[in-house]
């Protein structure tokens, strides 16, 4: 089951793309996006970005408990998805391999890659509390709010 219904989610993709409809500045967007997803998802206690800087990914804005600042390509969820520059959609972190526990109580997550100029800009890291919290449709919506960020 998703975090949202398929509704919601088209509801949300809207309100994503009015948010950052004519502006440039990736911080202003950031900052809007998550705290737009932190509060429209269900069972979420994180929901933000990571840039890439000096081949390693550095917290962004985001909305939820302190997170870790710098995460190696690679390590964890957020650094297997930007290393393999795929959506990772953990269903239980615990079982995840060297997953980082910023959060004690985050128990699934999802990470999107967000790629600016055909490159990876960073990632768009989301952790529940609840196991099995993510699906198919978040990840197709997820992408595609992660795509507006900077083609709009």
Same mark, same amino acid.
């Given at each position: 089951?998703?975090?949202?219904?398929?509704?919601?989610?088209?509801?949300?993709?809207?309100?994503?793309?009015?948010?950052?409809?004519?502006?440039e500045?990736?911080?202003?967007?950031?900052?809007?996006?998550?705290?737009l997803?932190?509060?429209?998802?269900?069972?979420?206690?994180?929901?933000?970005?990571?840039?890439?800087?000096?081949?390693?990914?550095?917290?962004a804005?985001?909305?939820?408990?302190?997170?870790?600042? @710098?995460?190696?390509?690679?390590?964890?969820?957020?650094?297997?998805?930007?290393? +393999?520059?795929?959506?990772?959609?953990?269903?239980?972190?615990?079982?995840?391999?060297? @997953?980082?526990?910023?959060?004690?109580?985050?128990?699934?997550?999802?990470?999107?890659?967000?790629?600016?100029? +055909?490159?990876?800009?960073?990632?768009?890291?989301?952790?529940?509390?609840?196991?099995?919290?993510?699906?198919?449709i978040?990840?197709?919506?997820?992408?595609?709010?992660?795509?507006?960020?900077?083609? @709009?």
């Amino acid at each position: 089951m998703p975090a949202i219904e398929k509704d919601d989610y088209e509801l949300l993709v809207k309100q994503a793309q009015a948010l950052v409809e004519g502006e440039e500045d990736w911080i202003a967007n950031t900052a809007n996006l998550a705290a737009l997803l932190f509060n429209n998802l269900h069972n979420v206690n994180f929901a933000g970005f990571y840039r890439m800087k000096n081949c390693e990914l550095v917290l962004a804005p985001f909305q939820g408990q302190p997170a870790c600042v @710098h995460i190696s390509l690679g390590s964890g969820v957020c650094g297997t998805a930007a290393q +393999n520059e795929k959506t990772e959609i953990v269903p239980d972190v615990h079982q995840f391999a060297g @997953h980082i526990a910023c959060d004690s109580r985050s128990n699934s997550e999802i990470v999107v890659p967000i790629f600016k100029n +055909n490159s990876l800009w960073g990632v768009l890291d989301i952790d529940s509390v609840k196991l099995e919290n993510f699906d198919e449709i978040d990840q197709k919506y997820l992408e595609n709010i992660a795509k507006i960020i900077f083609n @709009h």
